[in-house]
């Protein structure tokens, strides 16, 4: 057997390539939260270490971002957070580059920080951005409020009066760090005034055209080359490294490989840290009459996407219910804290949280089964959504009722929790891409998929092959290099085999028409197996795939919509990712430590295209909800990450990990998304069971600290 | 300074400053299997074998390996029943883990050729996959332990 290159460790990630005459770079980073830089002196650095500061950026458009440009390459008059990047170096030997870093010497001045989102909004609070120019989409809102996504349905905040029950709580929700085991890594070149970028990205065509607009470049003269990436959750989207690190390689001339430490990626990008305030009510039988929805969400120095994080969380958190008056109140808001963006569960897992929790507290007071009053509410096919959309392909119920099913919910519920969620895809978006037949006779998917280990290379050789009729073997997933691959819009929001299954269809269909065209037959009587391409009925008629060689054929899949910010109404998701969770706990309450006895996810998996990947990427979910729901949280202090390391920052270990179970609900004409659906129901279903234990918790992560203080009186 | 060792069976000479971690002198040399993730030897990613034990190559400076016996994943056998357990199985994700994983578990079964799920969790938990491909790493681990024991019979 051929081993795979993940097993032996052959295969190059983007921390592993190399050029000849590379230099190794670091960045110095801002000690203090806020404060202005008062001088830079780098006088004393090496004369054959390169040197790049905020002089060496003048050229360059000032600033950069995928939502709100926001960011500088190195950091100019101030400094937003612990960890900005303020001179980076890039010499010879790493070594070298470390002791660069030593003798540049920068004064600052420091200034009060603010490290709450809501005492951000206040009039009282340092203003970070001073003036900034945010897109007709987006929604500035007073001091520091980079986006506020507001939505109405129905009679809004007036539909309480119709209420028998209304309910009001705080939930929160730490930030935690995506801990990809391979760090942030770019390797970037000039060559002929073309800038060439080897990178971890989840997001090579965003990176593209950030990098174009920064060095004022059309697009044709950025190439961003993908590697595969050892995990990124979220962390590896947008511009990371690669702005820093291509101004490096202009002035030093030479390659430039950037590879972060394990410190810095704890000040490179977050989860939001995010609160809620939620009000529900209902009819005395348990029918839900409005909702509202107030969220905070602390996107830190830079927006990064975190306008889009409070429109998805804010749109979560209405879960998947019909309640006729809604309101959303969802702020993005600045502070001193390193920079959040996505992060797998994207806003779901914190909107998700407080709604499923106050479904909960709400079924207490009603004194109701959880499961029957989330039944009695759920969305059905045809239903609208608060966003006004019709729901279709709804499997919300289905998902539930299985996964109430695995924890024997009918026999008691002693120690027992649920959760469903619906959560949002990536939209409006669109994918392109291209099948080629190569010399040998292969058909070459050329595609923007990145991989971070959710096995796109299998899942689009097995959507070919299923659209054309050619085996598994005559298939290739050609190298991801925005030179050669069409537009996508990037690999997140478990879009990717959705949409490409799409795009390929398209495009299998087309290069079927194209084949049939070179052998002068109909379409429908073109027969594409392993032997090449034949003529249905006449055997005789046949070539191979390898005299095909050049033919090519391209096939597209959009999806249109968006909301409006300012209603939230229009198209949120052109589908809907959907699951369940169900959890039976154990609680020691001397210690505070919550021993999962049984956990199920129940995920809406339409069809099932590669069925490892399938199950591989809803375990890893599983996990990082188990992570998410009772250990992972970043602690700060005035802004400075004080358990920045894996050893005080715990992620999941084969030991926190109990013997799981999950199904898939399969069905439907479509594949569906699976990379985070049990993200957002796992805390949500273990923090219902861990209060049917006695413990009301109400903000993530339940550490045995917080258990043990929620401890009910004896 | 140059140190003799032997990688995956194969006398070599590293060229190492005398305060160089095993990880990086093993980089250098061209084992780039061996990849530094948190540095203070709790996430087992730079797991290689000295004289058959698992140790975290960032914990361990390069001139301590001296005439030690390392193993990394690059001198695997094509039928390594572990490598072939976890390729079956389908064990990994992205990968990175991987190599630490697979000599962790070849280091176990040389131990432990009949090893139950307990010890192999146990065997297991220094080192992270953050992808949590868990369930199928023990699978692939219980799968290699019962054909190494059909073998050995």
């Given at each position: 057997m051929m081993l795979d290159p993940r097993i032996t460790g052959r295969i190059q990630y983007a921390q592993d390539q190399h050029m000849p005459g590379m230099l190794h770079a670091r960045i110095l980073r801002s000690p203090y939260a806020h404060a202005r830089i008062v001088s830079i002196n780098t006088a004393a650095v090496p004369r054959d270490v390169v040197c790049l500061t905020r002089d060496d950026v003048t050229d360059l458009e000032p600033l950069y971002g995928p939502m709100v440009k926001d960011q500088p390459v190195v950091a100019r008059e101030r400094v937003l957070h612990v960890g900005d990047s303020v001179v980076a170096v890039a010499a010879p030997t790493l070594r070298e580059a470390e002791a660069a870093l030593e003798a540049v010497e920068v004064e600052y001045e420091e200034m009060t920080g603010v490290f709450d989102p809501v005492e951000a909004a206040g009039d009282s609070s340092p203003v970070l951005h001073e003036s900034l120019d945010y897109p007709p989409d987006l929604r500035p809102d007073g001091r520091n409020v980079c986006h506020r996504f507001r939505l109405q349905s129905g009679l809004g905040e007036d539909g309480f009066a119709g209420a028998d029950v209304v309910m009001e709580e705080a939930f929160s929700i730490a930030g935690a760090a995506h801990v990809p085991m391979e760090p942030h890594a770019t390797l970037a070149y000039w060559e002929g005034g073309r800038l060439h970028v080897i990178t971890g990205t989840q997001t090579p065509f965003n990176v593209r055209r950030d990098l174009a607009a920064l060095f004022r470049l059309p697009e044709e003269r950025v190439r961003v080359v993908v590697a595969p990436m050892g995990g990124s959750f979220g962390a590896k989207t947008f511009m990371r490294l690669e702005a820093v690190t291509a101004a490096l390689a202009r002035k030093s001339g030479r390659p430039v490989r950037a590879v972060l430490t394990r410190a810095e990626e704890f000040v490179t990008l977050n989860r939001h840290p995010a609160r809620f305030r939620i009000r529900l009510g209902a009819k005395r039988d348990g029918t839900f009459v409005a909702k509202s929805v107030d969220a905070w969400w602390d996107t830190g120095a830079y927006a990064d996407c975190g306008p889009s994080v409070c429109t998805k969380g804010g749109y979560a958190a209405i879960g998947p219910y019909r309640i006729p008056n809604v309101t959303v109140d969802s702020r993005c808001v600045y502070t001193n804290h390193p920079p959040a963006g996505a992060f797998r569960g994207y806003a779901a897992t914190q909107g998700v949280w407080a709604s499923e929790r106050m479904t909960d507290l709400m079924a207490n007071r009603l004194q109701m089964d959880p499961l029957e009053l989330r039944l009695q509410n759920l969305l059905r096919d045809g239903d609208r959504f608060a966003t006004g959309e019709i729901l279709q392909d709804v499997r919300f119920a289905d998902c539930l009722r299985a996964a109430a099913e695995m924890v024997e919910w009918g026999s008691d519920r002693k120690n027992k929790g649920l959760a469903v969620m619906l959560k949002g895809m990536q939209t409006p978006s669109r994918t392109g891409v291209a099948?080629?037949?190569?010399?040998?006779?292969?058909?070459?998917?050329?595609?923007?998929?990145?991989d971070m280990g959710q096995r796109p290379e299998p899942t689009q050789r097995a959507l070919a092959s299923q659209a054309l009729g050619l085996p598994m073997e005559d298939i290739v997933v050609g190298p991801n290099d925005t030179d050669l691959v069409p537009f996508d819009t990037r690999t997140t929001s478990s879009r990717s085999t959705f949409m490409m299954s799409n795009a390929i269809r398209e495009a299998a269909a087309e290069l079927r028409r194209r084949i049939a065209d070179r052998l002068e037959v109909a379409s429908e009587d073109l027969v594409l197996d392993g032997e090449g391409a034949g003529v249905r009925g006449t055997p005789g008629?046949?070539?191979?795939?390898?005299?095909?060689?050049?033919?090519?054929?391209?096939?597209?899949?959009?999806?249109?919509?968006?909301?409006?910010?300012?209603?939230?109404?229009?198209?949120?998701?052109?589908?809907?990712?959907?699951?369940?969770?169900?959890?039976?706990?154990?609680?020691?309450?001397?210690?505070?430590?919550?021993?999962?006895?049984?956990?199920?996810?129940?995920?809406?998996?339409?069809?099932?295209?590669?069925?490892?990947?399938?199950?591989?990427?809803?375990?890893?979910?599983?996990?990082?909800?188990?992570?998410?729901a009772l250990l992972e949280a970043i602690e700060f202090a005035d802004g400075q990450v004080t358990n920045g390391n894996l050893s005080d920052y715990e992620i999941p270990s084969i030991l926190d990990v109990p013997d799981f179970t999950y199904d898939f609900v399969e069905g439907g004409q479509h594949a569906h998304g699976l990379g985070e659906m049990a993200v957002p129901v796992v805390p949500a279903a273990i923090g219902n069971a861990v209060a049917a234990a006695g413990y009301r918790m109400l903000d993530l992560p339940m550490t045995a600290e917080r258990i043990v203080d929620a401890r009910p009186a004896r | 300074m140059k140190i003799q060792v032997r990688v995956n069976k194969l006398p070599i000479e590293l060229v190492s400053r005398t305060d160089e971690t095993l990880l990086a002198a093993l980089r250098r040399a061209g084992f780039q299997s061996v990849r530094l993730t948190c540095g203070i030897g709790v996430c087992g990613v730079c797991t290689v074998l000295i004289d058959g034990s698992p140790i975290s190559s960032c914990l361990v400076l390069a001139p301590a390996a001296a005439g030690r016996e390392i193993t990394t994943t690059e001198g695997l056998a094509d039928d390594d029943p572990v490598a072939v357990a976890f390729q079956e199985v389908s064990a990994f994700q992205c990968g990175?883990?991987?190599?630490?994983?697979?000599?962790?578990?070849?280091?176990?079964?040389?131990?432990?050729?009949?090893?139950?799920?307990?010890?192999?969790?146990?065997?297991?938990?220094?080192?992270?996959?953050?992808?949590?491909?868990?369930?199928?790493?023990?699978?692939?681990?219980?799968?290699?332990?019962?054909?190494?024991?059909?073998?050995?019979?």
């Open positions: 099948l080629d037949i190569d010399a040998g006779g292969r058909v070459v998917v050329r595609s923007a998929t990145t008629r046949r070539v191979a795939l390898s005299d095909l060689a050049g033919l090519r054929a391209e096939g597209s899949f959009a999806t249109p919509g968006g909301l409006d910010p300012d209603t939230g109404q229009g198209v949120a998701s052109s589908h809907w990712h959907q699951s369940a969770a169900a959890a039976e706990v154990t609680v020691d309450s001397e210690t505070g430590v919550t021993t999962i006895k049984r956990l199920h996810t129940s995920v809406y998996a339409g069809q099932v295209v590669d069925r490892p990947g399938a199950e591989l990427q809803n375990e890893g979910s599983t996990i990082f909800g188990i992570g998410t | 990175y883990c991987t190599p630490g994983f697979v000599l962790t578990a070849r280091a176990l079964l040389a131990e432990t050729p009949n090893p139950s799920d307990l010890e192999i969790r146990h065997a297991m938990a220094g080192n992270l996959c953050r992808c949590g491909s868990y369930l199928k790493i023990t699978k692939a681990v219980r799968l290699a332990a019962t054909r190494s024991r059909l073998d050995s019979n």
